[in-house]
């Protein structure tokens, strides 16, 4: 029986769509079971989804899809750290670039922040304004930018096998936005003022991070690059937000 021996790039364009699969299976799976439903199936799903509560079960999902999964890919040699911006790495020239990069980057979300809250007041808010109001809130900027950065430099790596690395990247930021499409989930919290800006922003950051990563090939710039971004955008809108003073009927004019 003969064997069939697929290439570096087919195997790691097969992973990477199984994993970008898995996670719009489950996604959809998750909004269709998310109201009570009759009956012993309808009691199980709802003694999961308490003790996923009580066990913060979502993070632990979290945590082993966006770094445990690539992380066993890289270990299995499916992915070449190089392809995930992880070797080869020129920290001189990539740091000043990032710099510029993520400088030019901040001025215009911190323009387009401060006008959408200006107008939109605290319907504009961030839900992870709310990180900043705790001693350790610029942590989970942190956390979210290693998540998702670990978790896009999985789906991009195929792709700058196949597109090169300029066009690579965005063709793997695109599989990405397809992905939180076909999420039902996601559809919905577009269209919720107040929860569909972490969409939004996390949207923008991938573009920017995209960016970076086809000039300084370094996951580590983009990671602290996403983090920075992200924690100076929550900032500015908790201000701007804390500043707006509601018109009502007794409020001077």
């Given at each position: 029986?003969?064997?069939?021996?697929?290439?570096?790039?087919?195997?790691?364009?097969?992973?990477?769509?199984?994993?970008?699969?898995?996670?719009?299976?489950?996604?959809?799976?998750?909004w269709a079971w998310r109201d009570p439903r009759p009956g012993r199936l309808g009691a199980a799903i709802e003694l999961v989804r308490?003790?996923?509560?009580?066990?913060?079960?979502?993070?632990?999902?979290?945590?082993?899809?966006?770094?445990?999964?690539?992380?066993?890919?890289?270990?299995?040699?499916?992915?070449?750290?190089?392809?995930?911006?992880?070797?080869?790495?020129?920290?001189?020239?990539?740091?000043?670039?990032?710099?510029?990069?993520?400088?030019?980057?901040?001025?215009?979300?911190?323009?387009?922040?401060?006008?959408?809250?200006?107008?939109?007041?605290?319907?504009?808010?961030?839900?992870?304004?709310?990180?900043?109001?705790?001693?350790?809130?610029?942590?989970?900027?942190?956390?979210?930018?290693?998540?998702?950065?670990?978790?896009?430099?999985?789906?991009?790596?195929?792709?700058?096998?196949?597109?090169?690395?300029?066009?690579?990247?965005?063709?793997?930021?695109?599989?990405?936005?397809?992905?939180?499409?076909?999420?039902?989930?996601?559809?919905?919290?577009?269209?919720?003022?107040?929860?569909?800006?972490?969409?939004?922003?996390?949207?923008?950051?991938?573009?920017?991070t995209a960016t970076l990563f086809v000039y300084v090939h370094n996951l580590w710039l983009c990671i602290a690059a996403h983090a920075?971004?992200?924690?100076?955008?929550?900032?500015?809108?908790?201000?701007?937000?804390?500043?707006?003073?509601?018109?009502?009927?007794?409020?001077?004019?």
């Amino acid at each position: 029986m003969k064997v069939i021996r697929l290439t570096y790039a087919t195997r790691l364009l097969l992973a990477m769509s199984a994993y970008l699969g898995l996670y719009v299976l489950g996604e959809n799976m998750a909004w269709a079971w998310r109201d009570p439903r009759p009956g012993r199936l309808g009691a199980a799903i709802e003694l999961v989804r308490g003790w996923s509560r009580r066990l913060h079960l979502h993070e632990g999902v979290r945590l082993a899809y966006c770094l445990i999964i690539p992380y066993v890919v890289l270990s299995r040699g499916w992915v070449s750290p190089l392809d995930l911006g992880l070797a080869d790495l020129d920290w001189i020239r990539g740091s000043g670039r990032a710099v510029a990069i993520t400088a030019g980057s901040l001025i215009l979300l911190a323009f387009t922040w401060w006008q959408y809250a200006r107008l939109l007041g605290s319907e504009a808010a961030v839900p992870h304004v709310d990180w900043l109001a705790q001693p350790w809130g610029w942590a989970f900027a942190v956390r979210e930018a290693i998540y998702l950065e670990a978790s896009w430099a999985l789906v991009r790596s195929p792709m700058l096998l196949l597109a090169g690395p300029y066009f690579g990247a965005y063709l793997g930021l695109a599989a990405v936005y397809a992905a939180e499409l076909l999420s039902a989930r996601v559809r919905h919290e577009l269209s919720i003022p107040g929860i569909r800006e972490e969409a939004v922003l996390t949207a923008s950051l991938a573009v920017v991070t995209a960016t970076l990563f086809v000039y300084v090939h370094n996951l580590w710039l983009c990671i602290a690059a996403h983090a920075s971004l992200r924690l100076a955008v929550a900032r500015l809108v908790q201000w701007r937000v804390g500043r707006i003073v509601p018109q009502g009927p007794d409020s001077p004019a």
